[in-house]
């Protein structure tokens, strides 16, 4: 069902050398079942190199109709979308959310695919859980279950600035591992195809051409904070369910930045520390990166260098204009 290649080139082996990661590309030879205009052709993906343990079976996942899958390339607003949906789905159910787990309530899909733990049982989790399933997945379409597109789930799809998001993503590479890349050796990364999830920008190409579809929703990270009570109601709407003012204005507290940050069951705190066990990094609480860090637009002007910017521009302006996708250019 794929091809796959290991990754040797200056990006890949720097990263290898410094961090222990390998990476391959991951290329779908099946038709997949997604309606798509016919100018896109689908890319390889880079992923680690365990993942292609898993690859097969999670293409060959089965899914159920009424599952919500959240997915996002990585930082883009995932954590925030799944606690949203999954409170949506969930009658505003405020008690459970405060007292077990998002990543219980919403599973990462392929979490066993990036990192060799084996007390990590997602995909028995996911089979065991009861509908309708809230599903978090940073894979782009080749590498979804292909059950996805014949069931037609619900999709929710969130994206964000390409500039924020490499500042976000590198904090949290960092401090997971800690690593020894430095911020503009990972800009590097990301603009040659040569991290997790690679390319950021075939990915949002992949859901934003296919928008229009019935089972998908797609919004922008930026949407969320301009007007989050808005992108509420549309996602309500999206799913079905109908919430009096009262009731989104108390969801719309509970999705504050502060308090997310503050929740132990929404922080992803108890991720971190089991990823610091992984890597075999110790844990100091009041030391840990936190998970959950500013959530501010633009921030990247703080932390990337102009030479960086104009590079990462440049890059979204020549993928996204011949398709007519005019976001984060500039």
């Not at 990823?275 to 936190?290: G, I, Q």
Request: aromatic share 12%; charged share 25%.
């Amino acid at each position: 069902m794929f091809q796959i290649k290991e990754l040797h080139n200056s990006a890949a082996d720097n990263l290898k050398n410094k961090e222990g990661i390998g990476l391959i590309n991951l290329y779908p030879l099946d038709k997949i079942p997604v309606t798509i205009p016919k100018s896109w052709t689908f890319k390889p993906t880079c992923m680690p190199v365990h993942y292609q343990i898993r690859a097969e079976d999670y293409a060959n996942f089965e899914v159920r109709e009424d599952d919500i899958w959240i997915i996002t390339y990585p930082k883009c607003g995932t954590t925030w979308t799944q606690e949203m949906t999954w409170m949506l789905m969930n009658d505003l159910n405020f008690d459970k959310s405060n007292s077990i787990d998002l990543l219980q309530r919403s599973i990462f899909f392929e979490m066993e695919g990036l990192v060799p733990i084996d007390t990590w049982k997602n995909i028995e989790l996911l089979n065991n859980q009861e509908s309708p399933r809230v599903i978090k997945s940073h894979l782009p379409i080749g590498l979804l279950p292909r059950d996805i597109w014949r069931k037609k789930c619900k999709i929710i799809y969130v994206t964000r600035d390409p500039k924020d998001m490499i500042v976000s993503f590198y904090h949290q590479f960092n401090g997971i591992l800690p690593c020894n890349t430095t911020i503009d050796e990972f800009v590097e990364c990301i603009l040659t195809d040569n991290m997790m999830y690679c390319s950021y920008w075939n990915h949002v190409l992949e859901f934003w051409l296919i928008r229009e579809q019935s089972n998908i929703l797609f919004f922008t990270y930026e949407d969320m904070k301009k007007d989050l009570k808005a992108i509420i109601g549309k996602t309500s709407k999206f799913l079905k369910k109908d919430y009096t003012e009262e009731q989104i204005n108390l969801l719309m507290k509970h999705l504050s930045f502060e308090n997310m940050k503050a929740s132990s069951t929404c922080n992803n705190q108890d991720h971190i520390r089991v990823l610091h066990a992984a890597y075999k990094v110790d844990y100091d609480e009041k030391k840990a990166f936190k998970f959950m860090r500013k959530g501010l637009v633009g921030e990247y002007k703080k932390e990337l260098s102009q030479d960086c910017i104009e590079r990462i521009n440049a890059k979204t302006k020549e993928s996204f204009e011949p398709y007519g996708l005019d976001l984060y250019c500039g």
